[in-house]
């Protein structure tokens, strides 16, 4: 029996739910899931698995889909695939959402104010809050940024926050922040789309139940890139700029400039004249002002970084260094989301705000610690170590769920390269009932809720919560095999 399930209160000593795999009858309902749990007792197995086709079907006719690098499907083509979308909601009551909110809002201000402060006067380094070496020498600070202005002061201007609720033996739980995510974070086109997909397939219940929307995400995005704009008169043109269409997000880049009415473009598509960026359009060069930017650091300028980088734009730094373009999220964010400087975030919440942490980190050990390492090697069966610049769920052991050869592999390659890893005690995620071949059953679950910060902090009431589809699996990733579902959050 897992400790926290979302939707039912276990009895003492008794399995959770409504009688399918893993669940048993004699529960009670979490309030606000009651109005959802009486619907869900009414629709037959045969109901929510046509359902469950006719999602799967219209996503792949849209093009939902994401790669995945390396991979092959069955017959040895292609690497599209479709992110499995799970039926069942999960829902946040009113109070609980205005919490979470207030603690994304508290993290983000601190994160944006950390980075400034790191690329200007380094005071949290001078106070030694944070370690210089661990920021200096991090793969992901850019000593191109030092001194640069940005427009605001905000460097992160769309924030994905990954939060987990840990459940405890009591059958309540609570949230923590996993990781940061202030590069470029993507999902947000799945949160749209899922939405989109509920009402079409389940109209009935957004008349039962009071949903806070999230289709307006678009608009608050586009309010965003321009509050970042150097030109403060007229109205700023704005590009999402893309790696291309092989690229594992490339459906989101073209939703999302599609939804902000603006263009999608290609480093080849930008070109560095006086001082400027300009777009080649049918019409002749355009300036532009925004560059909502998905592409890494490393790629954005090959006479600055990559020099054989061709997804870029030669002269982007020059033109950025001077104020003539903003580029959303800034150049440098990635030593702010590093998962060596994860667990110095909420000493920067008290430093910089002068208040206690909302939300709380996981505990975190740092291998690059002496005493951390050696507890970590000499417990590394009971935690989850990660590589500190991993992402999407590789670079990783899950040790529990890891075999006494992985461990021992992977503690060759900790005590190879400590300061390259960290690791977190395995948390007991809080799960979800969800539609499984075997019916409904609970998988653990996770919440990526996009943050925008322009002249003020914004955010949808909702987020993409990513499901482990696979029995026991605590790992979400869609390249991973993980899913997603739709969040709803419950007005007053």
Not at 167 to 181: H, I, Q, R
Not at 257 to 267: D, F, S
């Amino acid at each position: 029996m897992h400790p926290f399930d979302e939707m039912y209160v276990p009895a003492a000593g008794q399995p959770l739910g409504p009688g399918a795999k893993g669940y048993d009858s004699r529960v009670t309902v979490r309030d606000h899931y009651r109005g959802y749990a009486d619907w869900l007792a009414l629709q037959s197995k045969e109901l929510m698995a046509e359902r469950r086709e006719e999602a799967e079907m219209i996503f792949r006719r849209v093009g939902i889909t994401f790669a995945v690098y390396g991979a092959k499907d069955e017959d040895g083509s292609g690497t599209e695939r479709l992110i499995p979308f799970d039926l069942i909601p999960r829902i946040f009551p009113t109070a609980e959402w205005d919490m979470l909110e207030r603690g994304l809002t508290q993290r983000v201000t601190a994160l944006n104010r950390f980075l400034h402060d790191v690329y200007h006067d380094q005071e949290i380094l001078k106070a030694g809050v944070v370690p210089r070496d661990q920021v200096l020498r991090n793969s992901q600070y850019r000593p191109e940024m030092q001194g640069v202005d940005v427009p605001g002061e905000v460097y992160s201007h769309i924030s994905g926050i990954d939060i987990v609720r840990s459940g405890n033996a009591d059958g309540s739980g609570e949230y923590y922040v996993l990781e940061d995510n202030l590069r470029v974070p993507s999902g947000v086109s799945y949160m749209l789309e899922n939405r989109k997909m509920m009402m079409r397939l389940f109209p009935g219940l957004f008349s039962r139940h009071r949903v806070a929307p999230v289709a307006h995400y678009p608009d608050l995005l586009l309010e965003t890139l321009r509050a970042s704009s150097p030109v403060t008169a007229g109205d700023p043109t704005v590009v999402v700029l893309t790696p291309g269409m092989y690229n594992s997000a490339y459906f989101e880049h073209a939703f999302l400039a599609q939804q902000m009415g603006v263009e999608l473009v290609e480093g080849q598509d930008l070109f560095f004249k006086d001082g400027f960026i300009y777009m080649r359009t049918t019409g002749g060069p355009q300036r532009v002002d925004v560059i909502y930017r998905r592409v890494d650091d490393d790629f954005l300028d090959p006479r600055v970084f990559r020099p054989d980088s061709a997804l870029g734009c030669a002269g982007l730094m020059e033109a950025y260094r001077a104020g003539h373009v903003s580029i959303c999220n800034a150049v440098g964010t990635g030593v702010a989301d590093d998962k060596s400087i994860y667990p110095y975030v909420p000493k920067m919440i008290e430093f910089y705000l002068g208040e206690k942490p909302i939300l709380y980190n996981v505990p975190t050990y740092m291998c690059r610690e002496p005493e951390d390492l050696k507890y970590v090697l000499a417990n590394m069966k009971d935690l989850v170590v990660k590589e500190v610049h991993g992402a999407g769920g590789y670079g990783m052991l899950v040790g529990p769920a890891s075999t006494q050869a992985e461990i021992e592999e992977f503690r060759r390659v900790v005590q190879a390269k400590p300061e390259g890893y960290i690791a977190q005690p395995t948390l007991s995620l809080s799960s979800c009932p969800t539609f499984v071949e075997s019916g409904i059953a609970p998988r653990h679950i996770d919440l990526r809720p996009f943050v925008l910060m322009g002249k003020e902090v914004q955010m949808v009431a909702g987020g993409l919560t990513r499901v482990a589809l696979k029995e026991g699996s605590l790992v979400v990733n869609s390249s991973q095999g993980g899913g997603t579902k739709d969040t709803w959050v419950l007005e007053a």
